[in-house]
């Protein structure tokens, strides 16, 4: 994907491993959850391939790793596993060792224990009781015997390894969670870190700062001060960098913290692709010079990227001509630059977020080399392998949430971090198929700008994460003005969600939807039939393509 320069978002106090945790991913959808909760408690996390080299855990050198749980039987084959000298790595770091649902069962099998399939499968809600009298993960035994806890298992233990002791069981009988304290050896059945399981936030903070020893030392503004530094060591004292601007709150972000870092240096430009919302030019330009105050250039690629797009159906295929499009208006920017200050910009920043990477890798055991691609972002996945420009990507590792705290720190105003995430590719993946389609883009434009007025109008837009509008090229029977029509759809979506990686639909009033239907049918043209998305995430994505 050309040069990367990413700035790690780690600060000085992790480098040393004392307060890291590594959840090695075997590609449970709940993984990003693990990571994200023991962030929430102060501490650094990092997602890495459960079957990533054991060089990479030996660079990080963690405090305690996390076994992930996975879609896999760890009698199936090819089930993925941890690296070759693991379990003697982390016996020689002084490493704790967790396991979570198959992440126990592969720790269990692989110290000589026994798994089979349980006679009774455990999915969903299920009460588990702490059965040790004393123990590492629960404490001592008293009025919180019985918890109810989150399961998703066929498989079951059925006999320990040396050492381990049965802390937990199932109200079915199941092994429910494991230690051995002597060689660091943790494992839950079930899952902690979900919000069904109420009491498992408790249970992650016992794991990491009483059996640990972690500290709670991760902090958005150690994130900042360890950003400015590698940004300004990366970058020489004569180069320059341009930044990607998509009126976005993480590009938005990402530039300014370059700009903190390296002054006027950067140079910013924000492209109209032909594939924004309705008046989205006019109204981010503005944000950007009365609030902002960034160096904004905007190029209008309107044309190069529709022509490009006519006839394109693929949604995969979308995202890579528009990534392949957007670096070469960068490229052309830089170039035109160079003719104007006399030196070609080295860099290029984007927004890229930890979602994006860990949703464009390919988990382990699907028989590529990481989780299944969801999607390739245009700022990940869809970039040339031939791209001129060297990437700084200082977000790349933090989560929505701990991206607008980081904007909060940097003085971006509060309405602009509040602003609901839009699409790298834009419009392209909300109107299906060929985007140049008629009218479709306006058509959307327009149905979109209505809807999210109305929520906006109604005091909803802070208690929703995103909501849009999808344009289907599909035709549908009417009757408007007592005349037949043979019009197109488009579908609503709102969602409600911490980090977009999991989502819920949200759920509006009839009289608010009957509102809305109602305008975007009398002042839209060519649509006489709206349906809404009422699917969380999983199983769909939060975007249509």
Same mark, same amino acid.
């Given at each position: 994907?050309?040069?990367?320069?990413?700035?790690?978002?780690? *600060?000085?106090?992790?480098?040393?491993?004392?307060?890291?945790?590594?959840?090695?991913?075997?590609?449970?959808?709940?993984?990003?959850?693990?990571?994200?909760?023991?962030?929430?408690?102060?501490?650094?996390?990092?997602?890495?391939?459960?079957?990533? *080299?054991?060089?990479?855990?030996?660079?990080?050198?963690?405090?305690?790793? +996390?076994?992930?749980?996975?879609?896999?039987? &760890?009698?199936?084959?090819?089930?993925?596993?941890?690296?070759?000298?693991?379990?003697?790595?982390?016996?020689?770091?002084?490493?704790?060792?967790?396991?979570? %649902?198959?992440?126990?069962?592969?720790?269990?099998?692989?110290?000589?224990?026994?798994?089979?399939?349980?006679?009774?499968?455990?999915?969903?809600?299920?009460?588990?009781?702490?059965?040790?009298?004393?123990?590492?993960?629960?404490?001592?035994?008293?009025?919180?015997?019985?918890?109810?806890?989150? =399961?998703?298992?066929?498989?079951?233990?059925?006999?320990?390894?040396?050492?381990?002791?049965?802390?937990?069981?199932?109200?079915?009988?199941?092994?429910?969670?494991?230690?051995?304290?002597?060689?660091?050896?943790?494992?839950?059945?079930?899952?902690?870190? +979900?919000?069904?399981?109420?009491?498992?936030?408790?249970?992650?903070?016992?794991?990491?700062?009483?059996? %640990?020893?972690?500290?709670?030392?991760?902090? =958005?503004?150690?994130?900042?001060?360890?950003?400015?530094?590698?940004?300004? @060591?990366?970058?020489?004292?004569?180069?320059? &960098?341009?930044?990607?601007?998509?009126?976005?709150?993480?590009?938005?972000?990402?530039? /300014?913290?370059?700009?903190?870092?390296?002054?006027?240096?950067?140079? #910013?430009?924000?492209?109209?692709?032909?594939?924004?919302?309705?008046?989205?030019?006019?109204?981010? =330009?503005?944000?950007?010079?009365?609030?902002?105050?960034?160096? &904004?250039? #905007?190029?209008?690629?309107?044309?190069?990227?529709?022509?490009?797009?006519?006839? &394109?159906?693929?949604?995969?295929?979308?995202?890579?001509?528009?990534?392949?499009?957007?670096?070469?208006?960068?490229?052309?920017?830089?170039?035109?630059?160079?003719?104007?200050?006399?030196?070609?910009?080295?860099?290029?920043?984007?927004?890229?977020?930890?979602?994006?990477?860990?949703?464009?890798?390919?988990?382990?055991?699907?028989?590529?080399?990481?989780?299944?691609?969801?999607? @390739?972002?245009?700022?990940?996945?869809?970039?040339?392998?031939? =791209?001129?420009?060297?990437?700084?990507? *200082?977000?790349?590792?933090?989560?929505?949430?701990?991206?607008?705290?980081?904007?909060?720190?940097?003085?971006?105003?509060?309405?602009?971090?509040?602003?609901?995430?839009?699409?790298?590719?834009?419009?392209?993946?909300?109107?299906?198929?060929?985007? /140049?389609?008629? $009218?479709?883009?306006?058509?959307?434009?327009?149905?979109?700008?209505?809807?999210?007025?109305?929520?906006?109008?109604?005091?909803?837009?802070?208690?929703?994460?995103?909501?849009?509008?999808?344009?289907?090229?599909?035709?549908?029977?009417?009757?408007?003005?007592?005349?037949?029509?043979? @019009? $197109?759809?488009? +579908?609503?979506?709102?969602?409600?969600?911490?980090?977009?990686?999991?989502?819920?639909?949200?759920?509006?009033?009839?009289?608010?939807?009957?509102?809305?239907?109602?305008?975007?049918? $009398?002042?839209?043209?060519?649509? $006489?039939?709206?349906?809404?998305?009422?699917?969380?995430?999983?199983?769909?994505?939060?975007?249509?393509?």
């Amino acid at each position: 994907m050309g040069s990367t320069a990413a700035a790690s978002a780690l *600060p000085a106090s992790a480098g040393s491993g004392e307060n890291l945790v590594v959840i090695l991913d075997y590609g449970s959808q709940y993984t990003h959850l693990i990571t994200r909760r023991v962030r929430q408690l102060g501490v650094l996390s990092l997602c890495v391939s459960g079957t990533a *080299p054991l060089a990479a855990l030996e660079g990080l050198r963690p405090r305690a790793i +996390v076994l992930s749980g996975g879609p896999h039987s &760890v009698h199936a084959k090819g089930a993925p596993t941890f690296p070759e000298g693991f379990l003697d790595f982390a016996d020689g770091a002084g490493a704790h060792v967790l396991g979570v %649902c198959y992440g126990m069962q592969l720790l269990v099998q692989s110290l000589g224990g026994a798994v089979e399939p349980g006679e009774r499968q455990e999915y969903g809600k299920m009460d588990v009781e702490v059965t040790a009298p004393s123990s590492a993960l629960y404490g001592e035994a008293g009025t919180e015997k019985r918890q109810t806890v989150w =399961m998703s298992h066929g498989d079951e233990v059925v006999r320990l390894p040396e050492g381990f002791e049965v802390v937990a069981r199932s109200v079915q009988g199941a092994v429910a969670a494991i230690e051995n304290r002597e060689k660091r050896f943790y494992g839950f059945q079930y899952h902690p870190e +979900v919000t069904h399981s109420p009491q498992g936030m408790e249970t992650l903070r016992r794991f990491l700062f009483d059996v %640990c020893g972690i500290r709670a030392d991760w902090k =958005m503004q150690d994130v900042l001060d360890e950003e400015i530094k590698t940004i300004q @060591s990366m970058v020489g004292t004569d180069e320059h &960098v341009i930044c990607a601007l998509s009126g976005g709150v993480d590009s938005t972000v990402a530039a /300014t913290l370059v700009h903190k870092a390296i002054g006027d240096r950067l140079h #910013c430009v924000f492209v109209d692709n032909g594939l924004l919302r309705y008046k989205e030019r006019e109204r981010v =330009m503005s944000t950007f010079e009365s609030d902002l105050h960034l160096p &904004v250039t #905007c190029v209008d690629a309107s044309e190069q990227f529709l022509s490009k797009l006519k006839g &394109v159906e693929d949604p995969e295929q979308k995202r890579k001509i528009i990534g392949r499009e957007f670096i070469a208006v960068f490229d052309d920017f830089a170039h035109k630059l160079e003719q104007k200050i006399g030196k070609r910009p080295e860099y290029l920043v984007q927004g890229t977020l930890y979602p994006d990477v860990i949703e464009s890798c390919p988990p382990p055991g699907s028989g590529r080399t990481h989780s299944h691609t969801i999607k @390739s972002h245009h700022n990940v996945g869809g970039l040339p392998k031939d =791209m001129k420009l060297k990437l700084i990507e *200082p977000l790349k590792l933090l989560f929505k949430d701990e991206v607008r705290k980081l904007g909060s720190i940097l003085n971006v105003p509060d309405s602009f971090l509040k602003r609901h995430p839009f699409p790298g590719p834009g419009l392209a993946v909300r109107v299906l198929g060929d985007v /140049t389609q008629g $009218n479709a883009l306006d058509t959307l434009r327009q149905v979109d700008e209505i809807f999210v007025q109305a929520i906006k109008d109604a005091g909803l837009y802070d208690k929703i994460w995103q909501a849009f509008a999808v344009f289907l090229p599909v035709q549908t029977v009417g009757v408007q003005g007592d005349q037949r029509t043979h @019009s $197109n759809a488009v +579908v609503l979506r709102a969602i409600t969600s911490e980090d977009g990686m999991t989502a819920d639909w949200y759920y509006f009033g009839h009289e608010f939807l009957v509102e809305v239907v109602n305008k975007i049918c $009398n002042n839209v043209r060519g649509i $006489n039939r709206v349906c809404q998305d009422i699917t969380s995430k999983p199983p769909a994505t939060v975007e249509w393509e």
